[in-house]
């Protein structure tokens, strides 16, 4: 008498008993590996970068890299130089006036005015924004830096009220 499978076994499935015998899985004896290959596998894992991921995050972040190249030189050079020009001979009195304001050295509005826009032109994600200092901004930072300065006693009360009556 035949049981299971063993009755219906043509030459080829006799030629090939492995094929129809179940495979036994053995757990494969792993070496101890060194610590340093360890991290470096999980590093390359985890930390894996494409210069495609590299080109998107610096574009990402500094923004003049991806519009610059595409700056059209003789088409608008001259109204940028002019734009340029014309808010530069706004701005070094406003600037001084506002530090002023804040009760700050003039030189200090210069240097916010200057170093503000410089890293907006590197950084800013719009062309349509105008960066600097405003007079309620410098009214309330004279205020504070006169108020700190009078609790830490490098000002007297009496040129605070000084300033203040101005």
């Given at each position: 008498m035949l049981h299971g499978r063993d009755f219906c076994m043509s030459e080829q499935d006799e030629s090939e008993p492995d094929l129809q015998r179940p495979l036994i899985l053995e757990r494969a004896k792993e070496e101890p590996n060194k610590w340093q290959?360890?991290?470096?596998?999980?590093?390359?894992?985890?930390?894996?970068c494409t210069s495609k991921k590299v080109k998107s995050k610096l574009l990402g972040f500094v923004p003049i890299l991806k519009w610059l190249p595409h700056y059209k030189l003789r088409d608008w050079i001259l109204g940028d130089a002019m734009s340029g020009l014309i808010v530069g001979i706004l701005l070094v009195p406003q600037s001084i006036a506002y530090s002023l304001l804040a009760s700050q050295d003039p030189i200090y509005g210069l240097y916010t005015s200057f170093f503000a826009s410089i890293i907006y032109a590197l950084l800013g994600?719009?062309?349509?924004?105008?960066?600097?200092?405003?007079g309620v901004l410098c009214l309330l930072v004279g205020q504070v830096v006169d108020r700190e300065l009078a609790l830490a006693g490098y000002l007297s009360e009496s040129s605070i009220d000084s300033n203040s009556s101005d």
């Open positions: 290959t360890v991290v470096s596998n999980r590093l390359k894992k985890h930390c894996s994600t719009s062309k349509h924004i105008s960066v600097g200092i405003f």
